[in-house]
């Protein structure tokens, strides 16, 4: 019994000892890391330029994005689905499109505003040819020397 005896009492030895040490290192207060921080999770802009009724993928085309604030502009170019993606960091974004002679922008995207690890999938395009508008050709009138026209 002398066995068991001395085995609970280096038990509850080291148990007081454990709890003691314990309580003297939280007694020095919080523990602040100064160390350097982990970078700021960046967010995602992409989106998708197409032709017009937004059925066909417009390639190649350049594709801006444009921190509101700070003036920070990436490129890119759209790839062969028309889909571009941008990485950048938290803040307000315009997205902006290059268009060639003879088209508009039938919809662009709004200001977009990125969190941290915000994924924005909604910055699409749609490219239409403008409209030009002819005056109709009229015939030339005469006048019959009544007043009236003769046409």
């Not at 080291?14 to 523990?31: D, E, K, R």
């Not at 960046?42 to 085309?61: L, M, Q, Y």
């Not at 170019?77 to 571009?84: K, M, S």
Request: charged share 25%; aromatic share 6%; hydrophobic share 40%.
């Amino acid at each position: 019994m002398g066995f068991n005896c001395a085995h609970r009492t280096a038990a509850l030895w080291l148990f007081v000892s454990l709890a003691v040490i314990a309580t003297l290192s939280a007694c020095h207060g919080p523990v602040v890391d100064l160390g350097p921080k982990p970078p700021t999770a960046d967010g995602t802009i992409s989106g998708t330029v197409r032709g017009p009724e937004g059925t066909s993928a417009i390639d190649g085309r350049d594709v801006e994005v444009v921190n509101v604030e700070t003036g920070e502009r990436q490129h890119t170019v759209t790839n062969n689905a028309g889909g571009f993606t941008f990485k950048v960091k938290p803040g307000k974004y315009r997205v902006e499109l290059s268009v060639h002679d003879g088209e508009t922008l039938i919809k662009k995207p709004d200001v977009i505003n990125v969190n941290r690890s915000d994924v924005d999938a909604n910055a699409d395009f749609i490219v239409g040819a403008i409209r030009i508008s002819r005056p109709r050709f009229r015939a030339p009138r005469a006048d019959d020397g009544l007043g009236s026209a003769v046409g």
